[in-house]
Nanobody, 125 residues
Framework: QVQLVESGGGLVQAGGSLRLSCVAS????????MGWFRQAPGKEREFVAA????????SYGDSVKGRFTISRDNAKITAYLQMNSLKPEDTAVYHC??????????????????WGQGTQVTVSS
């Protein structure tokens, strides 16, 4: 059974930082592109970042470029999202996802096969 479990969310002031983690089980982690998406109340799910299977390439949503960094440690079967210079508009539930297609990190949610339950990030002004 595949499981993706996110952690690291919380309440932070604007300008602060958080690091999210996503631990995978039940799959061969190194075969999956990993992505992060977020969804705020009343809004559509938004692509945040994705990273290739080896970690050699990544893609980012326009709203987080230059502030967020995605990484992965295949030995620890974990993906990370380092979030700096947080803004109130970053408030959302953050989900990690796994994509078995291979190829470059994709931005479309439909590309991803497995999803975690999410972790809440709240940024106060």
């Amino acid at each position: 059974q595949v499981q993706l479990v996110e952690s690291g969310g919380g309440l932070v002031q604007a300008g602060g930082s958080l690091r999210l983690s996503c631990v995978a089980s039940g799959l061969t982690f190194s075969r999956y592109v990993m992505g992060w998406f977020r969804q705020a109340p009343g809004k559509e799910r938004e692509f945040v970042a994705a990273i290739s299977r080896t970690g050699s390439s990544a893609s980012y949503g326009d709203s987080v470029k230059g502030r967020f960094t995605i990484s992965r440690d295949n030995a620890k079967i974990t993906a990370y999202l380092q979030m700096n210079s947080l803004k109130p508009e970053d408030t959302a539930v953050y989900h990690c996802a796994a994509d078995l297609r291979g190829g470059p990190p994709g931005v479309g949610a439909a590309l991803y096969d497995y999803w975690g339950q999410g972790t809440q990030v709240t940024v106060s002004s």
